[in-house]
């Protein structure tokens, strides 16, 4: 257990609704990442967060994804109308500042049907 | 970010040494080199990182050539629970700046009982 949580573990969704994944990072961390990754492939970066500031958007992060962190606590990632590409895990990832190794989360695996 | 090129796999035995290698002739000076593993239905974790002298720690050796186009994790005494995916990963930011760590496929070590 790294101290990054995510909720929920596995999400089954047809096509075209909405999702919402939840990460917690570890209390005093104030960077907060989030990647995808599909079978076969390494993470890949998809934004990240400065406390509550979201800082840098990759452009893997379609109009249909967006990404929140109130009060510079825990993250929301949203995915609208999904479809079956966006199949993959979603990990997130702290750190306390930077210089410091990354804490990952176990990941949300999500399957678009 | 300078790329890295590693083995798509490696096998080793169990209780042996284990060297993993990395190149990454494109590095730039201020890039350290990171390792972190992902074991089967886990997110990555962190092993260990340096920048141009040799690291320790409790969970591995890292060898840095003395031109910093390679590098070298070393395992020193293999377990089954080694066996993972290690990423080799050059960041500017020593530990996944604004743009996160850019992972590429790694490398799937076995370990052989």
């Known amino acids: 257990d790294t101290g990054v949580s995510q909720d929920p573990r596995h999400k089954i969704t047809k096509r075209g609704q909405n999702v919402t994944f939840r990460c917690d990072p570890i209390?005093?961390?104030?960077?907060l990442y989030w990647y995808r990754q599909t079978l076969g492939q390494g993470p890949e970066f998809l934004t990240y967060?400065?406390?509550?500031?979201?800082?840098?958007k990759s452009r893997l992060l379609s109009d249909r994804f967006s990404a929140e962190r109130p009060k510079g606590s825990f993250s929301t990632l949203e995915i609208q109308r999904t479809e079956q590409g966006d199949s993959a895990m979603y990990l997130c990832?702290?750190?306390?500042?930077?210089?410091?190794?990354?804490?990952f989360g176990q990941g949300t695996r999500l399957t678009v049907v | 970010d300078a790329k890295t090129t590693q083995p798509n796999s490696m096998e080793s035995n169990e209780e042996e040494p284990v060297h993993l290698p990395c190149n990454h002739s494109?590095?730039?000076?201020?890039?350290?080199i990171h390792w972190y593993r992902q074991l089967p239905s886990q997110g990555p974790e962190y092993v260990i990182h340096?920048?141009?002298s040799n690291v320790n720690n409790r969970m591995a050796s890292l060898a840095i050539a003395e031109d910093r186009k390679s590098s070298t994790l070393i395992l020193h005494r293999a377990t089954l629970r080694d066996a993972a995916v290690y990423y080799c990963?050059?960041?500017?930011?020593?530990?996944?700046?604004?743009?996160?760590?850019?992972f590429g496929k790694g490398t799937h070590l076995i370990i052989q009982p």
């Open positions: 209390s005093e961390h104030n960077r």
């Open positions: 340096g920048l141009t």
């Open positions: 967060f400065q406390n509550e500031a979201q800082l840098e």
């Open positions: 990832a702290s750190s306390l500042v930077i210089g410091s190794e990354a804490f």
């Open positions: 494109t590095i730039s000076g201020t890039d350290y």
């Open positions: 990963i050059l960041d500017a930011g020593s530990g996944g700046g604004a743009d996160g760590l850019t």
